[in-house]
């Protein structure tokens, strides 16, 4: 028998930072996916193969940690108790977990999917948010859930953390990807602002309590459908996120052209900052450059969209 889920990848609208703290946010799913197909096998054996990380393999009792597979292997740890039989998973994806676009949300809440499928588990989409918020947390110390909710939901969500709930909208609107050409891992970029703050823990408090109030507001925009005002919040956010230091002279650069580009009604950084992406309000011609990517190679334009279709799971 095969089991087979498919999740896709997320981009952080409004939020960053403050969500981690209890506040809102606003995030998206885009049409770049990652599937998981579980087969079951006759003995005790886990094989993992990957598009991009290769090949990986263990006995049930001996699954432990380790990169390149530490969500992955995170997700089936939190079944071990209940799992009996070993299983291959092959891992297909539409995008580098280098570019974000929440690739280990995606992939984890594919994982817990199949898994659960197999187990004959029946939870609700917020159940398997809940849970996979629990695997992240358990392997990088830290995870607001929220490009989790994208990936199991689909499209343009509100998510309230504390206590966790989760708006659907039924609408959704051109966006813009530019990648830096590096990326920073979430987790060193939270460490620096941390430590970069913790002489001045009540300004931090202060600069995510903007950042909080940009999300609620920008949902309340999101379900007026006023979308140039939910670009200006987007260009009000990226002053908090300059703020919290986690802005760079390139995603500098990169935001100020994609600001003056004709469609374009905001852009800030998306996700936590120092490198990956720089997401725009809108949507631009096929034929658009970076005006500087003769000086910055690694800067190109990750064709992306909204996507309503979240993560789904089905018997092949």
């Known amino acids: 028998m095969q089991i087979k889920a498919s999740a896709p ?65 995170g997700a089936i740890r939190h079944y071990r108790r209940y799992l009996k039989r070993g299983f291959d998973l092959q891992i297909e994806t539409e995008f580098s977990d280098r570019v974000g676009l929440g690739s280990s949300a995606a992939v984890t809440a594919a994982v817990l999917a199949v898994l659960s499928a197999w187990l004959d588990m029946r939870i ?3 159940e398997l ?20 909710a994208a990936s199991v939901y689909g499209g343009m969500i509100a998510y309230h953390p504390q206590p966790l709930k989760i708006e659907k909208f039924s609408v959704t609107h051109p966006v813009t990807a530019l ?5 920073t891992p979430t987790v060193e970029v939270i460490q620096r602002v941390h430590t970069h703050f913790s002489a001045f823990p009540r300004l931090y ?11 609620a507001e920008g949902v ?3 379900r007026r459908e006023d979308w140039t005002g939910l670009g200006m919040l987007m260009n009000t956010q990226q002053g908090f996120m300059d703020a919290l230091g986690v802005n760079t002279p390139l995603l500098h650069d990169m935001i100020t052209e994609l600001r003056g580009q004709e469609g374009i009604a905001g852009a800030k950084i998306s996700g936590s900052g120092l490198g990956d992406c720089v997401i725009g309000w809108g949507e631009l011609p096929d034929s658009y450059l970076y005006s500087g990517s003769a000086q910055y190679p690694g800067v190109r334009r990750i064709p992306v969209s909204m996507t309503p279709q979240g993560l789904y799971c089905e018997k092949i």
């Not at 408090?205 to 109030?213: A, D, F």
């Open 220 to 222: 309340r925009l999101v």
């Open 205 to 215: 408090r202060h600069l995510c309590q903007g950042i909080g109030r940009c999300a």
């Open 129 to 148: 948010v809940r849970r996979g918020r629990s695997v992240i947390r358990r392997i990088q110390g830290t995870g607001s859930g929220a490009d989790i």
């Open 179 to 183: 990648y830096a050409g590096f990326k």
């Open 124 to 126: 609700t989409p917020l």
């Open 9 to 73: 990848g997320s981009m952080m609208l409004l939020g960053e930072f403050a969500v981690l703290h209890g506040k809102p946010a606003l995030v998206c799913a885009v049409n770049k996916r990652i599937s998981v197909t579980l087969t079951a096998r006759p003995d005790t054996e886990i094989r993992i193969h990957s598009s991009l990380h290769g090949h990986y393999a263990a006995q049930l009792q001996d699954v432990y940690i380790e990169k390149p597979f530490h969500f992955v292997l």
